[in-house]
């Protein structure tokens, strides 16, 4: 009995080691594959953690960079634009002062001609008032004055003496000139005053319009000095 109680209390003490044993080992199993998962996952989500981190940096860098080539882009632009703006203003100022010179040559120019066409209209003005003057003297101041004429300006003493129509009625037949003898053509001329001169084959010109136009060009420096200055 004893050995058969001792037999079967071996056993039972046997299984019973074994199921100790088991779920002890079983139990420590858990917890090292429990550990080992937990550091694991512990260090994977560091892992994520730090290649998330280090995505959303280089995200921003990119973004920063992005935008800091924007930037310059603009900048680079708006300094373009500057530039294009500062040319076009130049170019504005340089025509509106050629313009405005060219005004002003053309203005000053007008003036010019406008000066000069009155200084011209007053000189011929004034001459042509010294031939109507000429042609309104008296009978007795003309007649005095073709005498003096015909005697400066005749060389013999046989002298042919043409007048117009007018004068040739009024003063032609009372000329006399001392130690000359005169004699008027039949035919008048057709000047409005003075008297032609024809001894032989000589003709003198004493018409009040030679007489107005030898004056203008004695003149003539005098005139070009009132008409320029």
């Known amino acids: 009995m004893e050995s058969v109680s001792g037999g079967k209390y071996d056993d039972v003490s046997e299984r019973k080691i074994d199921e100790v044993s088991e779920e002890k080992y079983d139990n420590a199993s858990e917890e090292k594959y429990d550990g080992i998962s937990n550091e694991k996952y512990g260090q994977l989500s560091k892992i994520l953690t730090a290649i998330g981190d280090e995505g959303d940096s280089e995200a921003a860098r990119i973004l920063a960079s992005a935008e800091k080539e924007a930037d310059e882009l603009r900048r680079l632009y708006d300094e373009q634009i500057e530039e294009v703006r500062k040319d076009i203003m130049l170019k504005a100022e340089i025509k509106a002062e050629e313009v405005k010179r060219s005004g002003r040559s053309q203005a000053s120019g007008q003036r010019g001609s406008i000066r000069l066409a009155a200084k011209r209209?007053?000189?011929?003005?004034a001459f042509f008032e010294a031939e109507q003057e000429l042609a309104g003297m008296p009978d007795a101041k003309k007649k005095g004055f073709y005498e003096k004429l015909i005697s400066a300006c005749s060389i013999g003493n046989n002298v042919m003496v043409r007048l117009n129509e007018q004068d040739k009625k009024r003063v032609g037949k009372k000329l006399k000139v001392a130690g000359k003898t005169l004699k008027i053509e039949e035919?008048?001329?057709?000047f409005?005053?003075?008297?032609?001169i024809?001894?032989?084959d000589t003709e003198t010109i004493c018409t009040f319009e030679a007489l107005i136009a030898d004056a203008a060009k004695e003149l003539e420096p005098e005139i070009a000095a009132i008409l320029f200055s």
């Open 198 to 200: 024809r001894e032989a």
């Open 121 to 125: 209209q007053a000189l011929e003005k």
């Open 187 to 190: 035919t008048p001329g057709s």
């Open 192 to 196: 409005k005053g003075g008297l032609i």
